[in-house]
Structures are given as C-alpha cells and as structure tokens.
C-alpha cells in the first residue's frame, strides 16, 4: 500500500494560528476518536498547550466497544483528564461540563479571588473528523460551528461562547509526518485524511484486512465473508453486495466506497482498532 502522507498548506498556517492564539486560553480540549484513540493523536498539538491543563475526550463512544474504555482506563491511570462521550447524545453534556469545571477548577477560583469577571478559555483541538465541532455544538446548545464527515470542513479559527466557557474552534490539523503507516491507514479508515489523496482500494483492502484480524463476525454478518486473502474478501463483498460489471468484472469502486461507508457509520458494530501498545508507541501513555 502507498505511503500516506496529508498535510497541506492550510494546516502549517492552522498551527501557527494556533500557536500565536494559544496564550489567549487557559486550558485545552483535546478531541481523540475512540476507535482509534492512539492514532488520532498528534504531540505537536499536545505540545501546544505547554503547562496548560488537557482534557482528552474519546468521542464518537457510541461507535467504539471495551477497547476504548481499556483505553480511556490507561489514560487516566497514567494521570490525564480524560472520558469518553457520544457528543450527539444531549445526556454527554453534564459529564463534560463538570470535566472541565473539575479541570480549570484552580483558575476560576484565581479569577473569583481577583474579582475578575471573564470566561475561562479553553483551545479545542484534535486531528481532522474526530468530531471537534459536534463537542462545541452540544455545549452551545446549537449549531454554532461546523460539522461535517469530510476531513478539513473547519478552516479557520472562531469563538463560541458556552455558559461560563468560551470556546476556541480550531481546523484538524495532522502530523507534519505520518511516521508509523499502521496508524495512518486506520485515520485512512476513519475518514480523518481526506479520500482524495488516497487510493480508496488500497484502502479498503487493508481495512478488510485489519478487521478480519479483529472483528471477523462482522464481515461475515454484513457481507457473508468467511476468510480468506484480502483481495477474496473484497471480492465477497462485491458479489454479495451486487457490484458486479459487464462481463463479470467486479466494481471495486463502488465495493471500497460501500465499505468505507458501512466501517464509518457504524453498521459494522462496534469497535476500537488502538490497543495499550498504540497508546504507548504514539506518547499518549509511558511504556
């Protein structure tokens, strides 16, 4: 499979945006997806927030199974705020704002003592597609920024005032480099880097790959998929799915396509493709 690398120009400047904003906020919020909590994590923004406070959150929770909350347990055994939500269900938004109260807790109270009546700021970051602009808009109460299930939808910083919060909504910005291919496939997988630039094939057959290695009920549930070479597997999908061409070819266009969809949407259940050792080799916990 090809090397994948995404970091366009727009993404450099969102990071020194960021940067040059950065001293305007008192804490970050730092949006993972919990299938994939290792992999959707970037240091370079983590490093942003120097001695400022970090809440992660595992979003999208109700796509990912016990995984995420092995993962989630590892997290905060090694020190760091973090839970796990579902940030289109109203019932996250009380746990996540008593999180973030618990988080700045020391700053507002410097704020009370000094009189100061201000909103505690918070940068909301995360790599692209984790579902950063969902998180704002369940604590706005609305549609205050973008959403979207393309990578890159946010482009540009904007303010959003939450109650005693005021929010910095910043564009998915990637790793410079993508150094371990593992955990850009899977981003690949989750729709984090844009299907442009990829060979959505290529794609799908690790996809397949990795899912049989991992959930191998759920291609056999959702496409009749007993095993075999990736490439068979593909083949299954598109004959039991009906993308067959003239001549009996298959249309694996439209095979990769359906797939993507089916994995991103959650139709084929659950789950967490990150496991302890990603946690450890992407420096979200020591080893």
């Known amino acids: 499979m090809k090397t994948i690398q995404w970091f366009p120009g727009h993404m450099a400047k969102a990071m020194r945006m960021m940067e040059e904003n950065l001293t305007l906020c008192d804490a970050v919020l730092y949006v993972l997806d919990a299938r994939a909590p290792a992999s959707c994590y970037n240091p370079r923004l983590a490093g942003l927030a120097g001695a400022r406070p970090v809440l992660y959150l595992l979003g999208k929770a109700d796509l990912a199974d ?10 905060q055994a090694a020190g760091k705020a973090a839970i796990k939500l579902n940030a289109c269900a109203p019932s996250s938004l009380r746990p996540l704002q008593g999180a973030m109260e618990a988080l700045t807790a020391q700053k507002r109270a410097r704020y009370a003592e000094k009189g100061v009546a201000k909103p505690v700021r918070f940068l909301v970051a995360g790599i692209p597609n984790t579902g950063k602009s969902t998180v704002i808009n369940l604590l706005a109460g609305g549609k205050k920024a973008q959403v979207g299930d393309k990578a890159g939808v946010t482009r540009t910083k904007q303010w959003v005032r939450c109650g005693a919060f005021e929010l910095m909504d910043t564009p998915g910005t990637m790793p410079p480099a993508l150094t371990d291919q593992r ?8 729709g984090s880097v844009n299907d442009d630039i990829l060979d959505k094939e290529e794609v799908a057959l690790a996809l397949l790959e990795e899912l049989w290695e991992k959930y191998p009920a759920s291609l056999t549930e959702r496409y009749g998929i007993e095993g075999g070479a990736p490439l068979a597997m593909y083949e299954t999908l598109c004959r ?15 095979g990769a396509n359906a797939l993507l969809d089916d994995f991103r949407k959650g139709r084929l259940g659950r789950v967490c493709l990150d496991g302890t050792d990603d946690l450890i080799a992407a420096g979200l916990i020591d080893g």
């Open 240 to 254: 039991r799915r009906g993308f067959v061409l003239r001549g009996g070819e298959y249309d694996y266009g439209r």
């Open 183 to 190: 955990m850009a496939r899977r981003l690949a997988f989750l």
């Open 66 to 75: 016990g995984g995420a909350d092995r993962a989630l347990a590892a997290m």
